[in-house]
């Protein structure tokens, strides 16, 4: 169970609604992994009570909750889609890949692109090293707002050590908020 987001989500739910979802939530049964199911599709239910139930399935592998992980990926909130990408990563859906570059590549939602960015580099799937260059390319063409996402990128085309990415690290080497982690992510090719 993922301790941060059972804290976080006890802070903004109802006392007696929080406990019976957490009691199904720590239940290794197919009739609890039913019952978090039916909170996803359920009408009226609170954003806590759905992250909650996607998270719990997204660790157990249950498909059901991608297209809520998903959009919890593009949440508003830091520590929502950061919590998404964990179960994202551990619920191994195939579509997950697609999911994440769709969101890191849309120009309008960059400032919710960090967490999309971050789990493309985990994924290591074949479309990670060619989205992370794409969204930083873009980035370093214009004035960069979005340092931590550039600098997610630069990281994440790191550790994936695709050469294809030289050239946009050389690039990001001149922005100096960038310098030491491209010259890092450089080394590491």
């Known amino acids: 169970m993922d301790r941060e987001m059972v804290d976080r989500l006890r802070a903004e739910a109802d006392p007696e609604e ?55 990926l593009n949440h508003r909130e830091p520590a929502r889609c950061a919590a998404a990408a964990r179960a994202l990563l551990r619920l191994g859906d195939p579509r997950t890949a697609r999911a994440a570059a769709a969101l890191a590549t849309n120009e309008l939602r960059t400032s919710y692109a960090l967490h999309p960015v971050r789990l493309l580099a985990a994924l290591r799937a074949p479309q990670s090293a060619p989205t992370l260059i794409r969204v930083l390319d873009r980035l370093l063409a214009g004035p960069v707002h979005h340092w931590q996402v550039a600098r997610a990128c630069v990281d994440g085309l790191g550790a994936l050590g695709d050469a294809r990415a030289r050239l946009v690290l050389l690039a990001a080497r001149e922005r100096e908020e960038l310098r030491a982690a491209a010259d890092e992510a450089l080394r590491r090719l």
């Open 18 to 72: 929080y406990g019976r979802l957490l009691a199904l939530a720590r239940r290794d049964t197919a009739a609890a992994r039913d019952a978090l199911a039916a909170e996803l599709t359920a009408p009226a239910r609170p954003l806590w009570a759905r992250e909650l139930a996607a998270c719990t399935l997204g660790r157990a592998g249950d498909p059901r909750a991608f297209e809520t992980l998903v959009f919890l």
